[in-house]
């Protein structure tokens, strides 16, 4: 339910949006096991919780919620560390869930360390050629550490229309 729920705000099929209109969503905020750290001492290992969230925004130019031929989407996650330790070496990564067809973008944004209470941010570009077919996309995005994952993955959708008359 909650996917079906997410396809349907990231698509813009939701009341009350209007034409162009960035839409959004949210992950959940959780504990992610524990960072080990040591003590100032460097000796006795102290446990410290991680806690990343984050916010999502997809954009494109027309503001018709479609990547048109020729036009480059922007993917805007937002990461915030509200744990007790910094976060080390972060990466985000966008994972297709079928491959796209005419449509480039990088994959992956180095984001590196968030201190405690700062935010962060990794821009994704999603371009389509001049023959991008009509389809939708879907992708995962997965945040994680050198270790392990380190926020809940979530789910993006967006459509690509090709041009009229082809």
């Keep these: 339910m909650k996917r079906l729920l997410l396809c349907v705000l990231v698509l813009g099929l939701g009341a009350g949006h209007a ?20 003590d100032s001492a460097g000796m006795a290992p102290v446990l410290r919780t991680r806690v990343i969230s984050y ?20 993917l805007r996650v937002v990461l915030t560390n509200s744990g007790k330790v910094t976060a080390k070496s972060i990466v ?15 994959d992956s944004i ?5 201190p405690v209470n700062a935010t962060r941010y990794a821009i994704f570009y999603f371009s389509a050629t001049d023959a991008v077919p009509s389809q ?10 050198p270790l392990e994952t380190v926020a809940d993955s979530r789910l993006f959708t967006f459509l690509t229309r090709e041009r009229s008359g082809r």
């Design 136 to 145: 939708i996309l879907t992708f995962q995005i997965d945040i994680h550490d």
């Design 19 to 38: 034409p162009g209109q960035k839409v959004s969503g949210r992950s959940a905020t959780g504990a992610f096991t524990v960072a080990v750290t040591r």
């Design 55 to 74: 916010d999502f925004e997809f954009s494109e130019p027309s503001g018709n919620k479609s990547l048109d031929p020729r036009e480059t989407g922007r």
């Design 92 to 106: 985000v990564r966008v994972i297709p869930l079928s491959a796209p067809v005419e449509v480039s973008y990088n």
């Design 110 to 114: 180095t984001v590196g360390d968030i």
